[in-house]
């Protein structure tokens, strides 16, 4: 099978998982119509030109439904959330920086030893060149987010910078992974009025986090591991890094915390946006 074939196979599999949408955005997708004999076309107006990447990504997602449905927009909010509420003793474990080839790929093997979904929010430069991370976090069930192009603190930036920094990120994901993302943090949790706004006519939900491990101070795997283990509770975000500097004390946290926390019973997985 080519590769263009693996990719249209994940696209096929990411739409027909369950609807997603944000705080109100519903996306349900329907049966595949039998396909119709061809009609040459009514003679008519000249056909419009095809919308470019660059102008569709910016539209609110208004999902699949029928004809004349009014759109559900995302949310506009004055902060981001911080934990998913949820039944139950769940968590989220959230991934950042990358993917880099040095320590996603052992992040990803443990959390595939367990059978455990994560999210990662994925820098567009970092994700360029590493392509079929993407498409191995797609077939394995995790939840890519958008963390910028290049890690800019956002509040210096203008809107124009920053929409360029959401929307190549944007293209990026929806190309390796099969459809755009549906969540957004900003680098170094430096949210502004712009960043909420433009997330949100990208169709993404900000997410911050509950339990910052502070890995990527190297604080060594036993402090990552006890940071993680003592602010579990249930609806808690935990975020770590997988790239952006030495990430192995963060590989090896994960191996010990992770079985631990499955064996106090917590779920962990990824949130669901569905309808409001």
């Known amino acids: 099978m080519t590769k263009d074939q693996l990719l249209t196979r994940r696209r096929a599999l990411l739409a027909g998982a369950a609807a997603v949408g944000a705080a109100g955005t519903?996306?349900?997708?329907?049966?595949?119509?039998?396909?119709?004999?061809?009609?040459?076309p009514a003679p008519g107006p000249r056909p419009?030109?095809?919308?470019?990447?660059?102008?569709?990504?910016?539209?609110?997602?208004?999902g699949y439904g029928p004809p004349g449905?009014?759109?559900?927009?995302?949310?506009?909010?004055?902060?981001?959330?911080?934990?998913v509420p949820a039944p139950g003793r769940t968590m989220v474990l959230t991934f950042d920086d990358g993917p880099d080839p040095r320590y996603t790929p052992g992040i990803l093997d443990t959390l595939a030893r367990y059978d455990v979904r994560a999210m990662f929010f994925v820098c567009g430069e970092m994700a360029e060149n590493n392509r079929d991370l993407l498409a191995r976090m797609a077939?394995?069930?995790?939840?890519?987010?958008?963390?910028?192009?290049?890690?800019?603190?956002?509040t210096r930036l203008g809107r124009r910078r920053i929409r360029r920094e959401m929307e190549r990120t944007s293209e990026i994901v929806d190309r390796a992974y099969g459809?755009?993302?549906?969540?957004?943090?900003?680098?170094?949790?430096?949210?502004?009025?712009?960043?909420?706004?433009?997330?949100?006519e990208l169709g993404m939900e900000p997410l911050a986090w509950t339990v910052d491990t502070l890995d990527w101070t190297e604080p060594g795997t036993r402090t990552i591991v006890d940071r993680v283990e003592d602010g579990a509770?249930?609806?808690?975000?935990?975020?770590?890094?997988?790239?952006?500097?030495?990430?192995?004390?963060?590989?090896r946290a994960l191996r010990s915390y992770l079985p631990g926390l499955l064996d106090s019973?917590?779920?962990?997985?990824?949130?669901?946006?569905?309808?409001?």
């Open 139 to 154: 077939d394995e069930g995790h939840v890519v987010g958008n963390h910028t192009w290049s890690h800019p603190l956002l």
């Open 179 to 200: 459809e755009p993302p549906r969540w957004f943090r900003a680098p170094y949790g430096a949210w502004n009025r712009a960043a909420f706004q433009l997330g949100a």
């Open 265 to 276: 019973g917590y779920h962990l997985t990824v949130p669901r946006r569905g309808p409001a």
């Open 26 to 40: 519903a996306v349900a997708l329907g049966t595949v119509p039998a396909r119709e004999p061809v009609r040459p």
């Open 48 to 62: 419009h030109r095809a919308v470019q990447p660059s102008a569709y990504r910016l539209r609110p997602l208004t």
């Open 233 to 251: 509770a249930p609806g808690v975000v935990v975020l770590s890094h997988d790239a952006g500097g030495d990430r192995s004390q963060s590989v």
């Open 69 to 83: 449905a009014a759109p559900a927009r995302t949310p506009v909010r004055r902060e981001p959330l911080l934990h």
